[in-house]
Protein backbone atom coordinates (compact mmCIF):
# COMPACT_ATOMS: atom_id res chain seq x y z
CA UNK A 1 0.00 0.00 0.00
CA UNK A 2 1.60 3.64 -0.67
CA UNK A 3 0.84 5.06 2.91
CA UNK A 4 1.30 8.76 1.67
CA UNK A 5 -2.69 8.06 0.02
CA UNK A 6 -5.29 6.03 0.27
CA UNK A 7 -5.57 2.76 -1.20
CA UNK A 8 -6.30 2.72 -4.99
CA UNK A 9 -10.03 1.19 -4.05
CA UNK A 10 -11.73 1.20 -0.75
CA UNK A 11 -15.13 -0.68 0.02
CA UNK A 12 -17.05 1.30 2.51
CA UNK A 13 -19.74 -1.07 4.31
CA UNK A 14 -22.52 -0.28 6.51
CA UNK A 15 -25.74 -1.32 8.24
CA UNK A 16 -27.16 1.93 9.53
CA UNK A 17 -28.00 5.34 8.67
CA UNK A 18 -25.14 6.80 11.06
CA UNK A 19 -22.98 4.18 9.91
CA UNK A 20 -23.96 4.95 5.94
CA UNK A 21 -23.23 9.49 6.51
CA UNK A 22 -20.22 8.19 8.24
CA UNK A 23 -19.37 6.47 4.66
CA UNK A 24 -20.97 9.05 2.84
CA UNK A 25 -18.24 11.46 4.66
CA UNK A 26 -15.00 9.41 3.65
CA UNK A 27 -16.46 8.60 0.03
CA UNK A 28 -16.97 12.79 -1.06
CA UNK A 29 -13.28 13.46 0.51
CA UNK A 30 -11.97 9.75 -1.30
CA UNK A 31 -12.79 9.44 -4.61
CA UNK A 32 -11.66 5.47 -4.87
CA UNK A 33 -14.08 4.81 -1.68
CA UNK A 34 -17.58 3.56 -2.81
CA UNK A 35 -20.21 2.18 -0.78
CA UNK A 36 -20.42 -1.47 -1.26
CA UNK A 37 -23.72 -3.20 -1.84
CA UNK A 38 -25.37 -6.46 -1.19
CA UNK A 39 -28.31 -8.74 -0.31
CA UNK A 40 -27.27 -8.27 3.34
CA UNK A 41 -24.67 -6.31 5.29
CA UNK A 42 -22.80 -9.90 5.29
CA UNK A 43 -22.47 -10.12 1.52
CA UNK A 44 -21.59 -6.24 0.72
CA UNK A 45 -18.51 -7.47 3.64
CA UNK A 46 -17.40 -9.98 1.32
CA UNK A 47 -18.17 -8.47 -1.87
CA UNK A 48 -15.81 -5.23 -0.52
CA UNK A 49 -13.36 -7.62 0.88
CA UNK A 50 -13.01 -9.77 -2.79
CA UNK A 51 -13.01 -6.25 -4.95
CA UNK A 52 -11.47 -4.17 -2.93
CA UNK A 53 -7.50 -3.24 -1.75
CA UNK A 54 -9.20 -2.28 1.54
CA UNK A 55 -11.96 -1.67 3.55
CA UNK A 56 -13.72 0.25 5.73
CA UNK A 57 -16.59 -1.34 7.84
CA UNK A 58 -19.36 1.12 10.05
CA UNK A 59 -20.29 -2.50 11.82
CA UNK A 60 -19.46 -4.08 15.44
CA UNK A 61 -15.98 -5.35 15.44
CA UNK A 62 -17.43 -8.83 16.34
CA UNK A 63 -19.53 -9.04 13.77
CA UNK A 64 -16.40 -8.02 11.02
CA UNK A 65 -14.50 -11.01 12.76
CA UNK A 66 -17.39 -13.63 12.08
CA UNK A 67 -17.83 -13.06 8.62
CA UNK A 68 -14.38 -12.42 7.72
CA UNK A 69 -12.99 -15.27 9.37
CA UNK A 70 -13.22 -18.09 6.76
CA UNK A 71 -11.99 -15.40 4.13
CA UNK A 72 -8.75 -14.88 5.30
CA UNK A 73 -5.58 -16.40 3.62
CA UNK A 74 -2.49 -14.34 3.93
CA UNK A 75 -1.75 -11.02 5.55
CA UNK A 76 0.26 -10.23 2.38
CA UNK A 77 -2.17 -10.20 0.19
CA UNK A 78 -5.49 -9.79 2.53
CA UNK A 79 -6.74 -6.12 1.98
CA UNK A 80 -6.27 -3.86 5.09
CA UNK A 81 -10.02 -3.33 7.25
CA UNK A 82 -10.94 -1.26 9.50
CA UNK A 83 -13.70 -1.08 12.10
CA UNK A 84 -15.62 2.40 12.57
CA UNK A 85 -18.22 2.58 15.39
CA UNK A 86 -21.70 3.80 15.11
CA UNK A 87 -20.68 6.91 16.78
CA UNK A 88 -17.46 7.36 14.86
CA UNK A 89 -15.37 7.70 18.49
CA UNK A 90 -13.31 5.06 17.04
CA UNK A 91 -11.17 3.67 14.24
CA UNK A 92 -10.04 0.13 14.65
CA UNK A 93 -7.08 -1.43 12.56
CA UNK A 94 -8.35 -4.50 12.61
CA UNK A 95 -6.40 -6.52 9.41
CA UNK A 96 -3.64 -6.04 7.34
CA UNK A 97 -2.35 -3.63 10.30
CA UNK A 98 1.90 -3.44 8.08
CA UNK A 99 1.33 -5.48 5.18
CA UNK A 100 -1.60 -4.00 4.11
CA UNK A 101 -1.24 -0.64 5.44
CA UNK A 102 -4.74 -0.66 8.12
CA UNK A 103 -2.61 1.11 10.75
CA UNK A 104 -1.92 3.92 8.35
CA UNK A 105 -5.74 3.55 7.05
CA UNK A 106 -7.26 3.95 10.57
CA UNK A 107 -4.78 7.07 11.43
CA UNK A 108 -6.25 8.57 7.82
CA UNK A 109 -10.15 7.30 8.45
CA UNK A 110 -9.78 8.66 12.07
CA UNK A 111 -8.27 12.24 10.95
CA UNK A 112 -11.27 12.08 8.55
CA UNK A 113 -13.87 11.54 11.01
CA UNK A 114 -12.09 12.96 13.97
CA UNK A 115 -12.16 9.08 15.47
CA UNK A 116 -9.80 7.77 17.82
CA UNK A 117 -7.40 5.72 15.48
CA UNK A 118 -6.63 2.13 17.17
CA UNK A 119 -3.66 0.73 16.37
CA UNK A 120 -2.50 -2.33 18.21
CA UNK A 121 0.77 -3.30 16.36
CA UNK A 122 3.03 -4.96 19.03
CA UNK A 123 5.64 -2.60 17.20
CA UNK A 124 3.69 0.41 16.57
CA UNK A 125 2.61 0.45 20.40
CA UNK A 126 6.33 1.42 22.10
CA UNK A 127 7.62 2.76 18.95
CA UNK A 128 9.34 0.06 17.31
CA UNK A 129 10.00 -0.11 13.69
CA UNK A 130 8.15 -3.17 12.43
CA UNK A 131 9.88 -5.45 9.82
CA UNK A 132 7.76 -5.65 7.43
CA UNK A 133 7.91 -1.77 7.71
CA UNK A 134 11.05 -1.58 6.37
CA UNK A 135 9.89 -1.25 2.43
CA UNK A 136 12.11 -4.12 1.97
CA UNK A 137 10.76 -8.16 1.69
CA UNK A 138 11.27 -9.95 4.60
CA UNK A 139 11.38 -13.61 4.77
CA UNK A 140 11.89 -15.93 7.50
CA UNK A 141 10.94 -16.68 11.43
CA UNK A 142 9.55 -12.41 11.03
CA UNK A 143 7.08 -12.81 14.04
CA UNK A 144 9.38 -14.42 15.95
CA UNK A 145 12.63 -12.29 15.77
CA UNK A 146 9.87 -9.27 15.99
CA UNK A 147 8.82 -10.59 19.32
CA UNK A 148 12.35 -10.97 20.44
CA UNK A 149 13.04 -7.15 19.70
CA UNK A 150 10.07 -6.27 21.47
CA UNK A 151 10.69 -8.22 24.40
CA UNK A 152 14.72 -7.08 25.34
CA UNK A 153 16.22 -10.79 24.45
CA UNK A 154 19.20 -10.66 22.24
CA UNK A 155 19.49 -10.43 18.31
CA UNK A 156 21.99 -10.94 16.29
CA UNK A 157 22.27 -8.28 13.29
CA UNK A 158 23.97 -9.57 11.11
CA UNK A 159 24.52 -7.56 7.69
CA UNK A 160 26.42 -8.59 4.21
CA UNK A 161 26.68 -4.15 3.80
CA UNK A 162 26.58 -1.49 5.70
CA UNK A 163 22.70 -0.80 4.55
CA UNK A 164 21.02 2.48 5.84
CA UNK A 165 18.19 0.72 8.09
CA UNK A 166 16.14 2.58 10.77
CA UNK A 167 17.03 2.65 14.29
CA UNK A 168 16.83 -0.45 16.18
CA UNK A 169 17.19 -0.71 20.09
CA UNK A 170 19.78 -1.85 22.04
CA UNK A 171 18.88 -5.19 22.02
CA UNK A 172 19.83 -5.92 18.47
CA UNK A 173 23.59 -5.93 18.29
CA UNK A 174 25.21 -5.28 15.16
CA UNK A 175 28.39 -8.09 13.98
CA UNK A 176 31.03 -7.10 11.92
CA UNK A 177 30.34 -6.84 8.43
CA UNK A 178 29.95 -10.95 6.95
CA UNK A 179 30.48 -11.46 3.16
CA UNK A 180 29.92 -14.78 2.97
CA UNK A 181 25.89 -14.96 5.56
CA UNK A 182 25.29 -18.36 5.91
CA UNK A 183 28.60 -20.20 5.24
CA UNK A 184 30.16 -19.06 8.41
CA UNK A 185 30.20 -21.21 10.87
CA UNK A 186 29.86 -18.57 13.56
CA UNK A 187 26.57 -18.11 12.05
CA UNK A 188 24.90 -21.70 12.67
CA UNK A 189 21.66 -22.48 12.32
CA UNK A 190 19.98 -22.24 15.70
CA UNK A 191 21.99 -20.12 17.14
CA UNK A 192 20.38 -17.57 19.34
CA UNK A 193 17.68 -14.80 17.29
CA UNK A 194 18.99 -13.49 14.34
CA UNK A 195 18.41 -10.73 11.68
CA UNK A 196 19.79 -11.23 8.70
CA UNK A 197 20.32 -8.49 5.66
CA UNK A 198 21.55 -10.33 3.10
CA UNK A 199 20.71 -10.99 -1.17
CA UNK A 200 22.12 -14.42 -0.65
CA UNK A 201 20.17 -17.60 -0.49
CA UNK A 202 20.79 -18.56 3.91
CA UNK A 203 18.71 -20.98 5.29
CA UNK A 204 16.16 -20.08 7.61
CA UNK A 205 14.78 -21.70 11.17
CA UNK A 206 12.67 -20.50 13.55
CA UNK A 207 15.08 -17.98 14.51
CA UNK A 208 16.28 -16.13 11.78
CA UNK A 209 14.57 -13.51 10.05
CA UNK A 210 16.01 -12.15 6.66
CA UNK A 211 15.62 -8.74 5.10
CA UNK A 212 16.18 -8.16 1.31
CA UNK A 213 17.92 -5.27 0.60
CA UNK A 214 17.50 -4.09 -2.95
CA UNK A 215 20.73 -4.54 -3.99
CA UNK A 216 20.87 -6.52 -7.20
CA UNK A 217 19.80 -5.53 -11.04
CA UNK A 218 19.57 -7.74 -13.62
CA UNK A 219 21.09 -6.95 -16.91
CA UNK A 220 18.65 -8.35 -19.96
CA UNK A 221 19.61 -8.58 -23.45
CA UNK A 222 17.16 -10.24 -26.05
CA UNK A 223 16.23 -10.33 -29.57
CA UNK A 224 12.88 -9.03 -30.96
CA UNK A 225 9.28 -11.01 -29.55
CA UNK A 226 11.24 -13.13 -26.99
CA UNK A 227 8.74 -15.27 -25.05
CA UNK A 228 8.58 -13.73 -21.06
CA UNK A 229 8.94 -17.33 -20.27
CA UNK A 230 12.01 -17.46 -21.55
CA UNK A 231 14.01 -14.37 -19.81
CA UNK A 232 12.47 -15.17 -16.69
CA UNK A 233 13.61 -18.76 -16.44
CA UNK A 234 16.63 -18.06 -17.26
CA UNK A 235 16.62 -15.21 -14.60
CA UNK A 236 15.60 -17.52 -12.39
CA UNK A 237 18.31 -20.23 -12.80
CA UNK A 238 21.54 -17.69 -13.05
CA UNK A 239 19.98 -16.19 -9.63
CA UNK A 240 19.74 -19.97 -8.28
CA UNK A 241 23.04 -20.78 -9.60
CA UNK A 242 24.48 -18.10 -7.94
CA UNK A 243 23.09 -18.41 -4.44
CA UNK A 244 20.97 -15.19 -5.00
CA UNK A 245 17.42 -14.44 -4.24
CA UNK A 246 15.15 -12.55 -6.33
CA UNK A 247 13.64 -10.84 -3.64
CA UNK A 248 17.08 -8.28 -3.52
CA UNK A 249 15.82 -7.25 -7.58
CA UNK A 250 16.36 -3.50 -7.41
CA UNK A 251 15.70 -3.26 -11.31
CA UNK A 252 15.94 -4.81 -14.57
CA UNK A 253 17.87 -2.74 -17.03
CA UNK A 254 18.70 -3.27 -20.56
CA UNK A 255 19.08 -0.79 -23.81
CA UNK A 256 16.49 1.67 -24.98
CA UNK A 257 15.54 -0.18 -28.29
CA UNK A 258 13.75 -2.79 -25.89
CA UNK A 259 11.98 -0.56 -23.50
CA UNK A 260 8.78 -1.68 -25.00
CA UNK A 261 9.87 -5.39 -25.26
CA UNK A 262 7.13 -7.20 -24.13
CA UNK A 263 8.84 -10.36 -23.07
CA UNK A 264 10.93 -8.02 -20.89
CA UNK A 265 8.23 -5.85 -19.41
CA UNK A 266 5.87 -9.14 -18.58
CA UNK A 267 8.77 -10.54 -16.95
CA UNK A 268 9.47 -7.15 -14.46
CA UNK A 269 6.18 -6.53 -13.42
CA UNK A 270 6.04 -10.65 -12.70
CA UNK A 271 8.50 -9.85 -10.09
CA UNK A 272 6.97 -6.50 -9.37
CA UNK A 273 10.14 -4.69 -10.02
CA UNK A 274 10.52 -1.51 -12.63
CA UNK A 275 12.93 -1.76 -15.90
CA UNK A 276 15.31 0.65 -16.54
CA UNK A 277 16.92 0.90 -19.85
CA UNK A 278 19.76 2.97 -21.31
CA UNK A 279 20.53 4.35 -24.99
CA UNK A 280 23.26 2.29 -26.54
CA UNK A 281 25.56 5.20 -26.35
CA UNK A 282 25.92 5.29 -22.58
CA UNK A 283 25.98 1.26 -22.64
CA UNK A 284 29.19 1.71 -24.39
CA UNK A 285 30.94 3.62 -22.13
CA UNK A 286 30.97 0.52 -19.34
CA UNK A 287 33.72 -1.55 -19.41
CA UNK A 288 32.80 -5.34 -19.33
CA UNK A 289 34.54 -8.79 -19.38
CA UNK A 290 32.69 -9.98 -21.97
CA UNK A 291 32.10 -7.62 -24.91
CA UNK A 292 30.87 -8.51 -28.50
CA UNK A 293 31.74 -6.76 -31.99
CA UNK A 294 28.59 -8.80 -33.28
CA UNK A 295 26.59 -7.11 -30.72
CA UNK A 296 27.88 -4.09 -30.91
CA UNK A 297 26.87 -4.10 -34.74
CA UNK A 298 23.60 -4.94 -34.16
CA UNK A 299 22.75 -1.78 -31.12
CA UNK A 300 25.89 0.32 -30.90
CA UNK A 301 27.19 -0.88 -28.26
CA UNK A 302 29.57 -3.88 -27.38
CA UNK A 303 27.66 -5.04 -24.17
CA UNK A 304 23.77 -5.06 -23.11
CA UNK A 305 23.12 -7.39 -20.57
CA UNK A 306 26.39 -6.99 -18.61
CA UNK A 307 26.57 -3.13 -19.37
CA UNK A 308 23.06 -2.25 -18.20
CA UNK A 309 23.22 -4.87 -14.79
CA UNK A 310 26.37 -2.33 -14.06
CA UNK A 311 24.98 0.87 -14.55
CA UNK A 312 21.76 -0.29 -12.78
CA UNK A 313 19.07 2.74 -12.09
CA UNK A 314 21.24 5.23 -11.31
CA UNK A 315 23.92 5.58 -13.88
CA UNK A 316 26.79 4.44 -11.55
CA UNK A 317 28.54 1.43 -12.64
CA UNK A 318 31.57 2.19 -10.31
CA UNK A 319 29.21 1.12 -7.30
CA UNK A 320 28.66 -2.18 -9.13
CA UNK A 321 30.44 -5.30 -9.13
CA UNK A 322 29.30 -8.30 -11.27
CA UNK A 323 28.75 -11.02 -9.96
CA UNK A 324 27.17 -13.19 -12.86
CA UNK A 325 28.85 -12.80 -16.59
CA UNK A 326 25.99 -13.07 -19.67
CA UNK A 327 24.76 -16.01 -19.68
CA UNK A 328 22.28 -16.84 -22.66
CA UNK A 329 19.99 -18.74 -24.27
CA UNK A 330 18.42 -18.97 -28.06
CA UNK A 331 16.43 -15.76 -27.18
CA UNK A 332 17.76 -13.81 -24.07
CA UNK A 333 21.17 -12.88 -22.25
CA UNK A 334 21.34 -12.18 -18.39
CA UNK A 335 23.56 -10.68 -16.47
CA UNK A 336 23.64 -9.73 -12.57
CA UNK A 337 25.37 -6.83 -10.94
CA UNK A 338 25.36 -5.82 -6.97
CA UNK A 339 25.19 -2.44 -5.98
CA UNK A 340 26.74 -1.25 -3.35
CA UNK A 341 24.85 0.13 -0.24
CA UNK A 342 24.52 3.79 -0.71
CA UNK A 343 23.72 6.22 2.75
CA UNK A 344 20.59 8.27 2.81
CA UNK A 345 20.51 11.61 4.04
CA UNK A 346 17.15 13.53 4.84
CA UNK A 347 17.34 16.82 5.25
CA UNK A 348 14.35 17.60 7.40
CA UNK A 349 12.58 21.00 7.81
CA UNK A 350 10.90 21.14 11.54
CA UNK A 351 8.38 23.67 10.97
CA UNK A 352 8.09 27.09 13.65
CA UNK A 353 8.03 24.94 16.84
CA UNK A 354 4.77 23.45 17.06
CA UNK A 355 4.06 20.03 16.52
CA UNK A 356 0.78 20.18 14.83
CA UNK A 357 3.06 22.19 12.19
CA UNK A 358 5.65 19.33 11.92
CA UNK A 359 4.38 17.32 8.35
CA UNK A 360 3.89 13.88 8.46
CA UNK A 361 6.66 13.35 5.95
CA UNK A 362 9.05 14.85 8.64
CA UNK A 363 7.86 12.55 11.89
CA UNK A 364 8.36 9.72 9.02
CA UNK A 365 11.75 10.72 8.26
CA UNK A 366 12.91 11.33 11.76
CA UNK A 367 11.46 7.53 12.68
CA UNK A 368 13.46 6.10 9.72
CA UNK A 369 16.68 7.48 10.81
CA UNK A 370 19.30 5.68 12.82
CA UNK A 371 21.21 9.38 13.19
CA UNK A 372 19.93 12.14 13.90
CA UNK A 373 21.63 15.20 13.90
CA UNK A 374 20.93 19.38 14.73
CA UNK A 375 20.89 22.30 16.93
CA UNK A 376 20.15 20.90 20.32
CA UNK A 377 16.93 23.27 21.59
CA UNK A 378 15.32 21.84 18.06
CA UNK A 379 16.46 18.21 18.70
CA UNK A 380 14.06 18.62 22.27
CA UNK A 381 11.17 19.52 20.31
CA UNK A 382 11.07 15.66 18.24
CA UNK A 383 12.73 13.53 21.04
CA UNK A 384 10.09 12.41 21.81
CA UNK A 385 9.18 11.16 18.31
CA UNK A 386 12.95 9.29 17.49
CA UNK A 387 12.88 5.66 17.89
CA UNK A 388 14.10 3.92 20.62
CA UNK A 389 17.97 3.38 19.89
CA UNK A 390 18.39 6.39 17.38
CA UNK A 391 21.96 7.95 17.61
CA UNK A 392 21.40 12.09 18.14
CA UNK A 393 24.16 14.31 17.47
CA UNK A 394 23.39 17.72 18.82
CA UNK A 395 25.56 20.75 19.20
CA UNK A 396 24.96 24.44 20.03
CA UNK A 397 24.30 27.52 17.92
CA UNK A 398 27.56 28.67 15.83
CA UNK A 399 28.16 24.85 14.82
CA UNK A 400 26.63 24.72 11.35
CA UNK A 401 28.91 23.76 9.50
CA UNK A 402 30.26 20.98 11.67
CA UNK A 403 26.80 19.75 11.80
CA UNK A 404 26.52 19.71 8.31
CA UNK A 405 29.42 18.10 8.24
CA UNK A 406 28.91 15.29 10.77
CA UNK A 407 25.48 13.98 8.84
CA UNK A 408 27.26 14.27 5.68
CA UNK A 409 29.86 11.59 7.14
CA UNK A 410 27.42 9.34 8.90
CA UNK A 411 25.70 8.75 5.53
CA UNK A 412 28.62 8.27 3.66
CA UNK A 413 29.30 5.80 6.20
CA UNK A 414 26.44 4.00 5.25
CA UNK A 415 23.72 4.95 7.74
CA UNK A 416 19.95 6.62 7.95
CA UNK A 417 20.72 10.05 8.77
CA UNK A 418 18.10 13.18 9.46
CA UNK A 419 19.77 16.50 9.93
CA UNK A 420 17.33 18.75 10.78
CA UNK A 421 16.65 22.48 11.14
CA UNK A 422 13.89 25.22 11.73
CA UNK A 423 11.13 26.01 9.47
CA UNK A 424 12.16 24.90 5.96
CA UNK A 425 15.51 23.48 6.10
CA UNK A 426 16.67 25.16 3.06
CA UNK A 427 15.65 29.03 3.88
CA UNK A 428 18.25 30.16 6.25
CA UNK A 429 19.01 26.28 7.46
CA UNK A 430 20.94 23.41 7.35
CA UNK A 431 20.24 21.99 3.91
CA UNK A 432 22.51 24.49 1.91
CA UNK A 433 25.68 23.69 4.16
CA UNK A 434 25.17 20.02 4.10
CA UNK A 435 24.54 19.58 0.45
CA UNK A 436 27.76 21.60 -0.10
CA UNK A 437 29.78 18.53 1.07
CA UNK A 438 26.89 15.79 -0.02
CA UNK A 439 28.33 14.29 -3.09
CA UNK A 440 27.17 11.29 -5.38
CA UNK A 441 28.02 8.52 -2.98
CA UNK A 442 24.90 9.25 -0.83
CA UNK A 443 21.43 9.77 -1.85
CA UNK A 444 19.99 13.03 -0.58
CA UNK A 445 15.90 13.38 0.81
CA UNK A 446 14.71 16.50 0.91
CA UNK A 447 11.43 17.12 3.41
CA UNK A 448 10.08 20.79 3.50
CA UNK A 449 9.17 22.34 5.87
CA UNK A 450 6.68 25.51 7.47
CA UNK A 451 8.80 28.42 7.25
CA UNK A 452 9.38 31.31 9.79
CA UNK A 453 7.93 33.40 7.35
CA UNK A 454 4.91 31.62 6.80
CA UNK A 455 4.28 30.83 9.80
CA UNK A 456 4.10 35.00 11.09
CA UNK A 457 2.58 35.84 7.95
CA UNK A 458 -0.41 33.74 8.89
CA UNK A 459 -0.33 35.12 12.31
CA UNK A 460 -0.04 38.91 10.74
CA UNK A 461 -2.96 38.19 7.85
CA UNK A 462 -1.87 38.08 4.26
CA UNK A 463 1.07 40.61 3.85
CA UNK A 464 2.32 37.89 1.66
CA UNK A 465 -0.05 38.04 -0.71
CA UNK A 466 1.69 39.29 -3.66
CA UNK A 467 5.65 39.52 -4.42
CA UNK A 468 7.40 39.33 -1.47
CA UNK A 469 11.82 39.09 -0.88
CA UNK A 470 13.59 37.90 1.92
CA UNK A 471 16.24 39.35 3.66
CA UNK A 472 18.81 37.86 6.41
CA UNK A 473 20.77 41.07 8.48
CA UNK A 474 23.24 38.89 9.39
CA UNK A 475 26.20 39.90 8.76
CA UNK A 476 28.43 37.21 10.37
CA UNK A 477 29.20 35.84 6.62
CA UNK A 478 27.37 38.07 4.46
CA UNK A 479 29.33 41.91 4.29
CA UNK A 480 26.84 44.49 4.89
CA UNK A 481 27.27 46.44 1.99
CA UNK A 482 26.06 43.08 -0.06
CA UNK A 483 22.89 42.97 2.07
CA UNK A 484 22.52 46.92 1.98
CA UNK A 485 22.37 46.47 -1.40
CA UNK A 486 19.70 43.79 -1.55
CA UNK A 487 17.56 45.88 0.77
CA UNK A 488 17.79 48.47 -1.59
CA UNK A 489 16.78 46.73 -4.46
CA UNK A 490 13.69 44.91 -2.34
CA UNK A 491 12.86 48.73 -1.63
CA UNK A 492 13.30 50.10 -5.33
CA UNK A 493 11.47 46.95 -6.12
CA UNK A 494 8.61 47.66 -3.79
CA UNK A 495 8.45 44.12 -2.84
CA UNK A 496 7.10 42.97 0.84
CA UNK A 497 9.97 42.89 2.67
CA UNK A 498 10.82 39.77 5.09
CA UNK A 499 13.65 40.23 7.74
CA UNK A 500 15.30 37.10 9.12
CA UNK A 501 18.25 37.54 11.72
CA UNK A 502 17.05 40.55 12.24
CA UNK A 503 18.51 41.99 15.42
CA UNK A 504 20.70 40.63 18.27
CA UNK A 505 22.75 42.22 21.32
CA UNK A 506 25.63 41.69 18.94
CA UNK A 507 23.75 43.45 16.22
CA UNK A 508 21.81 46.14 17.19
CA UNK A 509 22.48 48.80 14.42
CA UNK A 510 21.23 46.81 10.93
CA UNK A 511 17.41 46.75 11.00
CA UNK A 512 17.16 49.97 11.81
CA UNK A 513 19.61 50.68 8.88
CA UNK A 514 17.62 48.35 6.58
CA UNK A 515 14.09 50.26 7.82
CA UNK A 516 15.60 53.54 6.77
CA UNK A 517 15.98 52.15 3.50
CA UNK A 518 12.62 50.71 2.81
CA UNK A 519 11.27 54.04 4.43
CA UNK A 520 13.12 55.88 1.75
CA UNK A 521 10.88 54.56 -1.04
CA UNK A 522 7.52 53.94 0.85
CA UNK A 523 4.90 55.98 2.92
CA UNK A 524 5.27 56.23 6.68
CA UNK A 525 2.21 54.82 7.42
CA UNK A 526 3.61 51.40 5.82
CA UNK A 527 2.44 48.43 8.00
CA UNK A 528 5.20 46.75 9.73
CA UNK A 529 4.67 43.32 11.53
CA UNK A 530 7.00 41.49 14.34
CA UNK A 531 6.01 38.12 15.18
CA UNK A 532 8.05 36.18 17.71
CA UNK A 533 8.36 32.96 18.87
CA UNK A 534 5.68 32.00 15.74
CA UNK A 535 3.83 28.89 17.34
CA UNK A 536 5.96 28.42 19.93
CA UNK A 537 5.69 29.47 23.54
CA UNK A 538 5.52 33.40 24.53
CA UNK A 539 4.57 33.89 21.11
CA UNK A 540 3.98 37.39 20.25
CA UNK A 541 2.46 39.24 17.18
CA UNK A 542 3.06 43.36 17.52
CA UNK A 543 1.98 45.76 14.47
CA UNK A 544 3.28 49.37 13.98
CA UNK A 545 4.36 51.40 10.84
CA UNK A 546 7.56 52.30 9.30
CA UNK A 547 7.56 55.64 11.54
CA UNK A 548 6.30 53.78 14.57
CA UNK A 549 7.97 50.64 15.30
CA UNK A 550 10.86 50.58 17.93
CA UNK A 551 13.62 48.38 17.21
CA UNK A 552 14.10 47.21 20.93
CA UNK A 553 11.15 45.27 20.82
CA UNK A 554 12.65 42.75 18.26
CA UNK A 555 15.23 39.86 18.73
CA UNK A 556 16.61 37.07 17.25
CA UNK A 557 13.54 35.28 17.54
CA UNK A 558 11.64 37.53 15.51
CA UNK A 559 10.17 37.54 11.99
CA UNK A 560 10.21 41.18 10.59
CA UNK A 561 7.41 41.95 7.65
CA UNK A 562 7.80 44.95 6.18
CA UNK A 563 4.36 45.65 3.61
CA UNK A 564 4.55 46.96 -0.15
CA UNK A 565 3.18 50.83 -0.60
CA UNK A 566 0.02 48.38 -1.39
CA UNK A 567 0.04 46.58 1.93
CA UNK A 568 -3.34 47.60 4.45
CA UNK A 569 -4.36 47.22 8.08
CA UNK A 570 -7.73 45.63 7.74
CA UNK A 571 -9.84 45.10 10.84
CA UNK A 572 -5.60 45.01 12.59
CA UNK A 573 -4.51 42.36 10.25
CA UNK A 574 -2.02 43.50 7.31
CA UNK A 575 -3.23 42.53 3.83
CA UNK A 576 -1.36 42.93 0.60
CA UNK A 577 -3.74 43.24 -2.07
CA UNK A 578 -3.36 40.78 -5.06
CA UNK A 579 -4.41 43.00 -7.89
CA UNK A 580 -7.66 41.59 -9.30
CA UNK A 581 -9.71 43.75 -11.69
CA UNK A 582 -12.94 43.08 -9.76
CA UNK A 583 -11.42 45.52 -7.04
CA UNK A 584 -10.96 48.30 -9.16
Known amino acids: ?76 SDPAVVVVDEAARHAVALLGGHAGGGNDLAERVGALLDARPVITT ?58 NIGADSGDAVGVGYRLLVTDRVVPLDG ?6 PPSLVAGVGASRGVPAGEVAELLHRVLAEAGLDPASLRCLASADIKADEAGILRTADTLGVPLVTWPATRLATVDVPHPSEVVRAAVGTPSVAEAAALLGPDGRADDATLLVGKTATAMATVAVARHAPRGRLAVVGLGPGAADLRTPRAVAELRRAAVV ?177 DPAVVDMYSVVVVGSSDTRLVAGRMVTPRGYRWRS
Not at 6 to 26: C, E, K, Q, S, W
Request: charged share 20%; net charge neutral; hydrophobic share 50%.
Open 1 to 76: MNHENPPARIGLVAATAAGRRHAHTVAAAWPHARLVQGESVADALRTAWVECDAVVAFLATGAVVRILAPLLADKR
Open 122 to 179: ATDTVGLPGLDTLGWPVQGAVAAVSRAILDGEPVRLVADADWPLPALPPNVHPQPIAT
Open 207 to 212: RTAVLR
Open 373 to 549: VGLDQYLDQVRDVLRPGTRVLSSGLGAEEARARAAVAEAVAGRAVALVGSGDAGVYAMASPALEYADERIDVVGVPGVTAALAAGALLGAPLGHDHAYVSLSDLHTPWEVIERRVTAAAEGDFVTLFYNPRSRARDWQLGKALGILAAHRPPDTPVGVVRNASRQGERVHLATLTTL
